[in-house]
């Protein structure tokens, strides 16, 4: 069935390093693919999407990746801060607008 | 401000006892929805409603209903709440189906005694 997975369920890194959070996706119909951030005791919150016909995207301090051969979508992230440690969800969008988010990767950032 | 207003944000409960969770969002979306958050299993959607009057059944519908009466409005009601409901839940709206920028409230979280 469709299922969207994150490969590692923690990361840790040092503060000013780069960032990279992957994600495994198994349905090929879905328009977009989008990444979430959710800081503890908030709702996820947006970050950036990419349709499925680019392979990489760019935002402020962020780029995603995607990688249709193999199913594969990854979140950099530019000189990681503190305020950057949150749970990240990879997601994607299906026909009629539903949401199916994978199970999350802990980001945690070291002084 | 757009936002995504739930309450209440916390709330203890017996089980059988009905309740209600109500969710307003002020951006004037058509796409709305429910979901749970549990530990390992992530998001998972409820219900969602893409527009007044149509609703829709999403994952785990099961011990829950909701209706769409207004466009700014979609209550959650647990009919009769079971110990197995006892999560984080979040509202979210999309300005349109299949937008990807959902924007979510700040939670509910339930325990059912």
């Known amino acids: ?5 994150l490969h590692l369920p923690t990361l840790s890194v040092q503060e000013g390093d780069n960032s990279i959070i992957n994600c495994a996706y198994s349905n090929s119909a879905s328009d977009y693919f989008i990444w979430y951030k959710q800081e503890s005791g908030k709702g996820p919150q947006f970050i950036i999407d990419i349709r499925s016909n680019m392979d990489k995207r760019q935002g402020q301090r962020v780029t995603v990746l995607l990688n249709k051969t193999v199913k594969h979508l990854s979140l ?5 801060q503190p305020g950057d440690s949150a749970v990240y969800f990879c997601a994607e969008n299906t026909q009629g607008g539903k949401l199916i988010f994978g199970q999350g990767t802990e980001l945690s950032v070291k002084p | 401000e757009a936002q995504v207003t739930q309450n209440p944000r916390y709330l203890i ?3 059988g006892k009905k309740l209600t969770v109500t ?3 002020n951006m004037n979306h058509e796409y709305m929805s429910w979901y749970r ?3 390992g299993l992530g998001l998972r959607q409820i219900y969602y ?3 007044v009057e149509v609703t829709d059944k999403g994952d785990v519908p099961e011990g829950y209903k909701v209706s769409r009466k207004e466009k ?3 209550p959650l009601i647990l009919e009769s709440p079971s ?4 999560s984080l839940y979040f509202c979210a709206s999309t300005s349109h189906p299949g937008g990807t920028e959902a924007f979510f409230g700040q939670g509910t979280r339930l325990t059912v005694v």
């Open chain 1, 1 to 5: 069935g469709e299922s969207v997975g």
């Open chain 1, 76 to 80: 950099q992230i530019a000189a990681t």
């Open chain 2, 13 to 15: 409960t017996v089980t």
């Open chain 2, 23 to 25: 969710c307003s969002q």
């Open chain 2, 37 to 39: 958050q549990d530990p």
């Open chain 2, 49 to 51: 409603s893409m527009n």
């Open chain 2, 72 to 74: 700014r409005n979609f």
């Open chain 2, 83 to 86: 110990p197995n409901q006892t």
